[in-house]
């Protein structure tokens, strides 16, 4: 069995480009991976990002599960602070209903966007990601059986099991997943520090549930795959230039590639932007193989999910086709399965 890969998308526009067209290109996206045996995809939240067409997660992924058949469809992931966790289950057990055994709900405790943007979420600020445990079980317990004296269900949603993974960039969710039993998804795409000490603590604190007999790592990498290295590297400039407008507080449309950064950064910009970036695959296939085959060694991945973004699709598809024929090449760690992966 080949190693799992899988795709996270932003909903990423071009300048000028409606929010339809974006979709659209999300949802072809959707449909070719889906053929080249992709795990699952993936939709992220996002709110008050120019840039960016992902606010509405829910609907996106009942939008990409109707123009697919068989690839899971998820957040990755909804903010649960920012949602009351009865409309979170109602709303997902709505999608299982619709695409059974083809959902997952990825949840994060991040607020999505600024402190304005949360106000405008929350209506207030009392809630944090403190909270975020009580959350997670008041939403398990709307995905789950009918509790005795249970009062509020929700319907769609009660006695659904929508498998629920926890996404984090530090070591908090890290703990919360492995005492819980659930997987858990590492945001190395934008934040690769705490990467291996974060995979290290999960899987040695790892308890078994009912769900899950074994860790399952998730591990979020941005990937640019080409025909040659220059080639890639190259492409690779549209996401940094993503990363550089966004600490600068810039929209982030997708812009075409460069051939330099002369005169496009300062040093700063170059040195933060390559770190918050360098966990990042970019290269020819073999080029990639090898840095992959490196962090499974490092993190003991079971699976990776992949961000990539290209100015022209095409570039988009080739890399994602080229990707799925490295992780054909690489063996999936041992045999085991997530419970409920399908």
């Known amino acids: 069995m080949a190693f799992s890969v899988s795709v996270l998308d932003l909903v990423s526009r071009r300048p000028e480009e409606s929010a339809a067209s974006a979709i659209a290109r999300s949802v072809d996206l959707a449909r070719h991976v889906e053929q080249w045996g992709y795990r699952r995809y993936w939709l992220a939240e996002h709110h008050s990002i120019d840039g960016l067409a992902c606010s509405a997660t829910s609907v996106l992924i009942g939008h990409v599960a109707g123009a697919t058949h068989t690839i899971r469809v998820g957040s990755g992931g909804v903010m649960l602070p920012n949602h009351a966790p009865l409309v979170v289950a109602e709303q997902f057990g709505t999608l299982e209903a619709l695409y059974p055994g083809r959902i997952d709900l990825g949840l994060g405790r991040a607020p999505g966007g600024d402190m304005q943007t ?14 975020f445990p009580e959350l997670l079980r008041e939403l398990r317990t709307y995905l789950g059986p009918e509790q005795p004296g249970q009062v509020v269900k929700a319907y769609p949603g009660q006695n659904s099991h929508v498998p629920v993974t926890l996404l984090g960039s530090s070591d908090y969710s890290a703990r919360l997943a492995a005492n819980l039993g659930l997987p858990f998804a590492f945001a190395a795409h934008f934040a690769p520090d705490m990467l291996e000490h974060s995979a290290y603590l999960y899987r040695s604190q790892f308890q078994p549930s009912e769900g899950l007999q074994r860790p399952w790592l998730m591990i979020g990498v941005p990937v640019m795959v080409a025909e040659t290295d220059p080639a890639a590297r190259r492409l690779f400039t549209t996401p940094q230039q993503r990363f550089l407008r966004l600490i600068r507080n810039q929209p982030v449309e997708l812009l075409p590639p460069v051939d330099s950064f002369n005169g496009i950064w300062n040093e700063w910009e170059k040195i933060t932007v390559e770190n918050k970036l360098r966990a990042a695959l970019v290269g020819s296939e073999a080029t990639v193989e090898e840095g992959l085959r490196r ?48």
């Not at 929350?122 to 944090?128: A, F, G, V, Y």
């Not at 991945?301 to 690489?330: C, G, K, M, N, P």
């Open 295 to 342: 962090l499974i060694r490092a993190t003991e991945a079971d699976e990776v999910i992949a961000v990539t973004d290209t100015w022209d699709h095409a570039d988009r598809l080739e890399s994602y086709q080229r990707l799925a024929a490295v992780a054909s090449r690489i063996a999936a760690p041992g045999s085991a399965e997530l419970a409920r992966a399908r």
């Open 118 to 131: 949360m106000r405008a979420l929350r209506r207030d600020l009392r809630q944090s990601g403190d909270e």
